[in-house]
């Protein structure tokens, strides 16, 4: 892969530990130290070059004791997540239970949680008197009731569908869940249930009422419409990138 647009580290690095099964003591214990050994060694270069900044107070001769705790953690993050990267692209190769998806034009359904994240953040700027609802913090709420998001993936060959979760805090490079359907990307993901489209409705998700659906007007002039109760596998997402075409 030549990009990264989403990364979910945390999964990632389950998955790792999972793999390593009892080879080894722990995968994630191994990257951490391997991390900070790599902190270690570019910390006293840190504070020399940051050391210009009035906000920092320090001399580049302070060494490695100066207070760069912040710069040294934002390095010991940004290793930590690449260092998970390489080891799980590494693992990853060849493991069928992870599966690769590609072709795939990604879509959020209408009146779906993910169709309405995606506009959410833009609500800041909307007068909110006319809807009788704060729009501004309607992002905030879907940030605190939900952490992934189901866009359908329908392959562009034959018109196969499957649903993809999304972690929402997993995009990387500032990349959210708008960006995806503009992309041509591989996604990786494992399968951990199935559903209906029609079941990825906000109505659907917050209502537990399995009843039937009340009869329309419409409904009795043109007959019901059955509603497509096909069931679609549905895949956590690992990774999602770009690849190299040539």
């Not at 004791?65 to 390489?86: F, P």
């Not at 779906?112 to 909307?126: D, E, L, N, Q, R």
């Not at 569908?161 to 999304?166: E, I, M």
């Amino acid at each position: 892969m030549i990009k990264i647009v989403y990364f979910d580290e945390e999964s990632a690095s389950d998955y790792l530990d999972i793999t390593a099964g009892g080879k080894a003591a722990t995968t994630s214990e191994q990257v951490r130290e391997r991390t900070k050994d790599m902190h270690a060694r570019v910390e006293t270069s840190v504070a020399a070059k940051l050391s210009w900044l009035p906000f920092i107070g320090v001399s580049a001769e302070a060494g490695a004791g100066v207070d760069v705790a912040s710069a040294g953690r934002s390095i010991l993050s940004k290793t930590l997540s690449n260092t998970i990267l390489t080891d799980y692209l590494t693992q990853v190769e060849g493991d069928d239970r992870v599966k690769r998806l590609s072709g795939l034009r990604v879509t959020a359904p209408q009146g779906s949680m993910a169709f309405v994240k995606m506009y959410t953040p833009y609500m800041i700027i909307a007068k909110t008197e006319e809807f009788g609802v704060d729009l501004a913090r309607l992002d905030e709420a879907l940030e605190g009731a939900k952490g992934y998001y189901e866009l359908v993936g329908e392959q562009a060959a034959n018109g196969s569908k499957c649903v993809l979760r999304f972690n929402i805090k997993a995009f990387r490079n500032n990349y959210g869940l708008a960006d995806l359907s503009r992309m041509r990307l591989v996604f990786h993901g494992i399968v951990v249930g199935q559903t209906t489209e029609s079941g990825l409705g906000m109505q659907a998700e917050m209502s537990h009422d399995t009843g039937p659906e009340p009869v329309t007007a419409l409904d009795l002039l043109d007959g019901p419409v059955a509603p497509d109760k096909t069931l679609l596998d549905v895949y956590d997402v690992l990774l999602a990138g770009v690849e190299h075409v040539g």
